[in-house]
């Protein structure tokens, strides 16, 4: 308790000293958390744009991996409807959800644009990111309409109820045409998808193709991610010279090592960060503390022992490393609030690796309680080896220092 009221009097007493530590320890707590809550958003946002994509299974007409036209509308699957339903039925099945692929030209006025219409529901699970991010109009109104992206329809110079006209080879082979309007106008958080995708409800797709309850793709989302390649053996048993049905491992696998990857390399980056905010944080308490040897020379001839001097400069540290971890994370989470709410855009850079162009943070109450730890362990380390410093010198040495 003595030690704590001279450490809180040396505190107030050199204050502007303390508040270049609290600083110090402040700035390295806000890298801390902003960078934790990034990183943790980068790794999330990767596996949710994988699952998003590509569902847990996946499921298509034999042969359909191999097609040499990644456009082309065959191989699909008849009577769609009855094994959307048989999927949706299986244990642990959460969502199951068929959609027609067709590769057309979109044409307004004399403008035109290759794109892959998907034929979806009106309120499609697996295509919310474009359900959902919906700026103008509506998206597909009792599966009518088309609904573009906001490139598209910059690139078109069309809006909601304009006439558009796609145009596609039907599967006779013959090229075929419909004409609908502008339903809505969305924004996803994918570059990519918003350049080549046009959405259609599931009948105007079928109108598009010249087909009746067909689906190029069934997606498939599990209660349990792992259930995946259990579920996907039972069910190709009875169906294995018909369909192809795959894991999100075996569709995204390179891409799944870059998850393990990134773990390390976090890891690596944390460690980094703490070794930077620790040689700042000792380099602050070492600065105020030999500003003060005189005053610790005084205690040490008036007969404080060098243990004495060590825990002194010790609870010092622990205050200010409390404090200054405290003041950094009230700082942070304003910051780190508003991003998980609204994201951080990176533009093409994430969008390339398939984790969208915005990464939205996550906050975590453990990750927290780890950083405010690593703040305030960082300033007693420093404060240690700052005491230990002083602690050694001969009092002669510390009297004679300005």
Known sequence: MLFLKIAWLNMRKHWKQTV???FAIAASEFMLVFVSAMLEGIKANFYTSLVRETGHLQVHARGWKDRLNPISLEPYMEN????VDDFAAQPGVMHAEASLMVGALVLAGDKNLGVMVVGTAPDTFFYRQARDGIRTGDFLPEGSGIAISESIARLLDVGVGDDLTLLAEDAEGS????????????VTDSLEFDERVVMVGAQTAQDLAGLDDAASEIRVDLEDPENAERLAAELTA?????????????????????????DYAAIGF????????GTVITNAVLMTVFSRTRELGTLR????????????????GVLEGVAGSILGILIALPVVL????????????TDAFGMGNRIFFIVGFWNLVRDVAAGTLIAVFGSLYAGLVISRLSIVKTLGEA
């Open 175 to 186: 090229p075929w045409y419909i004409s609908r309007q502008v339903s809505g106008i969305f």
């Open 301 to 316: 001839a008036i007969g404080l022992r060098k243990r004495g001097v060590l825990s002194m400069v010790l609870v010092e």
């Open 270 to 277: 944390d460690l980094l960060l703490v070794l930077v905010a």
């Open 20 to 22: 270049i530590i609290l």
């Open 238 to 262: 009875g169906r294995g010279s018909e369909l192809e049905i795959l894991t999100w491992r075996q569709i995204n696998g390179s891409l799944l090592v870059f998850i393990d990857v990134f």
């Open 338 to 349: 508003s991003f998980r709410e609204h994201g951080l855009s990176f533009g093409d850079l």
């Open 80 to 83: 769609a409807s009855a094994l």
